[in-house]
């Protein structure tokens, strides 16, 4: 059974830092990513990444503060998220499939999510 498991939300201040993480079972993925979704609005994507980490995409939102990195013998993705926005806040899904390409907007597999509060 595919399982991914959101890690490491949390209340933070605006200027703050958080570390999600996203453990995966049941197989291995090419890509991983993480999307979010803020109270009345849609999901929507922030960060993917490849098998070798030598490919990652990011939403403008994010750019620059945000990187997404992955440990394969742990299967485990990780969102490191600094200079936090109370616009971030949000529910953090993990989101995995077979290419990058299509986890960027139709991801295959999708995690519980993570609530992620960041106070002004």
């Known amino acids: 059974q595919v399982q991914l498991v959101e890690s490491g939300g949390g209340l933070v201040q605006a200027g703050g830092s958080l570390r999600l993480s996203c453990a995966a079972s049941g197989r291995t993925f090419s890509a991983m990513g993480w999307f979010r979704q803020a109270p009345g609005k849609e999901r929507e994507f922030v960060a993917v990444i490849n098998w070798s980490g030598g490919s990652t995409y990011y939403a403008d939102s994010v750019k620059g503060r945000f990187t997404i990195s992955r440990d394969n013998a742990k299967n485990t993705v990780y969102l490191q998220m600094n200079s936090l926005k109370p616009e971030d806040t949000a529910v953090y899904y993990c989101?995995?499939?077979?290419?990058?390409?299509?986890?960027?907007?139709?991801?295959?597999?999708w995690g519980q999510g993570t609530q992620v509060t960041v106070s002004s």
């Open positions: 989101a995995a499939g077979d290419r990058i390409v299509l986890v960027r907007t139709t991801p295959d597999y």
